[in-house]
Each structure stands twice: as structure tokens, then as C-alpha cells.
């Protein structure tokens, strides 16, 4: 099926794993991607999903345990060091002791005691350089998927203003091999971010990821099986542009960059506002009018064409929901937005409060 694809030295059922599956013939007259390889869609496509999320979760250890936490632990243990020297500093001109250079003395010498962290100290740091790193893997994910989800977008005819060509010459099928593949990552991504919600500890906004993330990946899965997968590319464009920003304001405020964080965090606000609320608005609108007014074939599952009242009218309700909990998150946001106006800089009411035993362990 595809073996040619594959390296030759492979066992047939390993092929699914670690190449896209259903090769077949190009278009006569592509409209995108005229020199990629093409492909159809199937059940064999899990298999290859199965691989991207173990291959995203080594990613996610090796980037969080030998990038992130070992840089986040030198800066804030290095903060805490001169803010401790400084006190000690301080300390020691309030009592008047002072050596031949002019500097504070001490009773053992002119070296200050080095002060030992406390337990509460160090667990503040130890949760601080968790969450930086968990924020650092999304940055890393987000940035390099929504560049090349960006990529996709540009060569495929739909524009955000102007999206009617999603559903003119419905289907869109076969499948270039770039827009397969992005398709196929992003499903994983969200199945793994699943697995990691229910893995770690429960947050304030669980139920509301965990909906959000169901609903993402239905209608990712119908889109792509139902040959939607080019309005499915442009939703997925515009949510990842806005998420690279918040987990970088996160990282900033863990490691104490607390107007660096305000700033970007007021830059994510503009960017959601943007993205979410007039771009996805704009495509919803596109979906319940012109869809139904363009799409010219209906439900014969041979040719690919899975047009139908209740199946289209499904998605669309869908997208209707996802935009909903988007603006009770919005609501969320703009409180935050509220404190950083007023002074008291950008918290997060999303997810990272801490959990009531955390709290009681401090």
C-alpha cells in the first residue's frame, strides 16, 4: 500500500507506523501543492497518530527534563542568591559593623554567612521550574507546528476574509502529503494533551480543557475523514497562533521577568481577540451560509462527498460550541488583563493556580 514510501527493510506491519499510508495518483489539475505526493484516507492513518504521540512525549521529557528545568533552576536559585546577599548585605550596615574596606563585617570574618533555603523556599522554586517547563514544551510544539501549519495555509487557496474556497469544488480530495502530515501531528498533539491532563494534577479549568480538547479532536477527525480538511486548516492556524504567546508570558512570570510577562500577556490578549473572536467568528458565519449555498454534491461515501443536513449542520453546532467556551475563557482573560491595568500583574485563572494541598503543604 505503501511500502514504496517506506524503507524496504521494514516488516509490512511496521510500514503504517513510521510512513503516511494510502498513497495514490495527483489531481490532474491541482489547485496546491503541484509537486508533493498525494494520498487518500483510512484507519491505517491511526497507526501513524500512535507514533507521533510517543515520539511527542520523549520530545516533551527531553526538552523539559535537559532544557527547561535545568535552566529555570539556575536562574531562580541564582535570584534567590543575590536577593539573599542582599538582605544579609543590608543587614549588616543596619548594625553598624564595618571592616577596613568599608563593607559589612561579620563575627566569623569578613565572608557573610551563606544562608540555607528554607523547605518553603525551595518548594516554591520546585513547582516554579515544573511549570516553566511544561509552558516551555508548548512554546516549542506551538511555534514550530503553527509555522508550518502557516506554511500549509499559504499554499492552499482559502483566505480567513475571504474563505469561501473551503467549500467550492467540495471534496478536496486526495491529500498532498505536507497537509496529511499536519493533519495526522495535530490530532496527535491534542490526543496527547489528553493523556497529560488526566496524567498530571487537576486544575481549575479541567473540565473545560478536557471539552475543549474532545471537541477539537471530533471535529479534526470527522474533517479529515469527511474531506473538510481545508476549513479544518485554517481553524487549527489561527487557535495556534495565540496559544504561543500565553505560555511564554507563563515562563516569564515563573522566572520572575514580571513586565516582560505583562507584555506579552497583553499581546496574547490582542492576539485571542483577533484570532478567536473575529477570524473563527468569520468562519463560522462562512460554514452555516455559504457551505450549504456552495457545496454542490451530497451524501455518496464512494466519491468521497459526505455531505448531508445532519452531519453538516453537526459540525457546524460544534464549531458554535468550541466558540462559546472560547469566550467564557475570554471572560477569564480579560480579569487577568484587568489586574495587569490596575497594577497587580498578569496571574493566570486559567490553570495554574495551585492545587488546595499544595497550598496547605506551604
Not at 511500502?3 to 513510521?18: D, E, G
Not at 474532545?214 to 495565540?242: H, K, P
Not at 453538516?312 to 469566550?327: D, G, K, M
Request: contains cysteine; neutral net charge; proline residues 5%.
Amino acid at each position: 500500500m505503501n511500502s514504496h514510501h517506506a524503507i524496504q527493510w521494514l516488516p509490512s506491519y511496521i510500514v503504517p507506523f513510521v510512513s503516511l499510508s494510502y498513497p495514490t495518483s495527483p489531481p490532474t489539475n491541482p489547485d496546491s501543492f503541484h509537486h508533493s505526493a498525494y494520498y487518500t484516507t483510512g484507519l491505517l492513518d491511526g497507526c501513524f497518530i500512535v507514533t507521533c504521540i510517543a515520539v511527542m512525549a520523549i520530545l516533551r521529557d527531553v526538552a523539559r527534563v535537559f532544557i527547561m528545568e535545568p535552566f529555570a533552576r539556575w536562574k531562580l536559585t541564582r535570584t534567590w542568591e543575590q536577593s539573599n546577599a542582599s538582605h544579609i548585605q543590608q543587614n549588616g550596615n543596619k548594625n553598624g559593623v564595618m571592616n577596613g574596606n568599608g563593607h559589612a563585617g561579620h563575627a566569623n570574618g569578613d565572608c557573610p554567612p551563606k544562608k540555607i533555603m528554607s523547605p518553603r523556599d525551595a518548594r516554591k522554586i520546585h513547582r516554579s521550574v515544573l511549570r516553566f517547563a511544561e509552558q516551555g514544551w508548548s512554546v516549542i510544539y506551538y511555534t514550530l507546528q503553527w509555522s508550518f501549519g502557516f506554511y500549509i495555509h499559504q499554499n492552499l487557496p482559502t483566505r480567513a476574509l475571504n474563505p469561501t474556497e473551503m467549500w467550492s469544488n467540495y471534496p478536496h480530495i486526495p491529500l498532498a502529503g505536507p497537509l496529511k502530515f499536519y493533519y495526522l501531528t495535530q490530532t496527535a498533539f491534542y490526543l496527547h494533551q489528553i493523556l497529560i491532563l488526566n496524567a498530571e494534577a487537576r486544575r481549575k479549568d479541567h473540565f473545560q480543557m478536557m471539552t475543549h480538547h474532545i471537541i477539537t479532536i471530533v471535529l479534526m477527525v470527522a474533517s479529515y475523514l469527511y474531506n473538510f480538511t481545508r476549513v479544518g486548516c485554517l481553524i487549527m492556524v489561527l487557535m495556534d497562533w495565540n496559544d504561543i504567546f500565553l505560555p511564554v508570558a507563563k515562563m516569564f512570570r515563573y522566572i520572575g521577568f514580571y513586565t516582560l510577562c505583562d507584555i506579552t500577556f497583553t499581546w496574547f490578549l490582542i492576539s485571542w481577540f483577533v484570532a478567536r473572536h473575529v477570524f473563527f467568528i468569520i468562519v463560522i458565519l462562512s460554514a452555516w451560509f455559504d457551505g450549504p449555498r456552495l457545496i454542490t454534491v451530497g451524501w455518496v461515501p464512494e466519491l468521497g462527498q459526505y455531505y448531508s443536513e445532519f452531519s453538516y449542520n453537526t459540525f457546524v453546532y460544534l464549531l458554535v460550541v468550541l466558540q462559546i467556551i472560547q469566550i467564557i475563557w475570554f471572560g477569564m482573560i480579560c480579569r487577568i488583563a484587568w489586574r495587569v491595568i490596575s497594577g497587580q500583574g498578569a496571574s493566570d485563572d486559567r490553570s495554574d493556580d495551585e492545587s488546595e494541598e499544595e497550598k496547605k503543604s506551604q
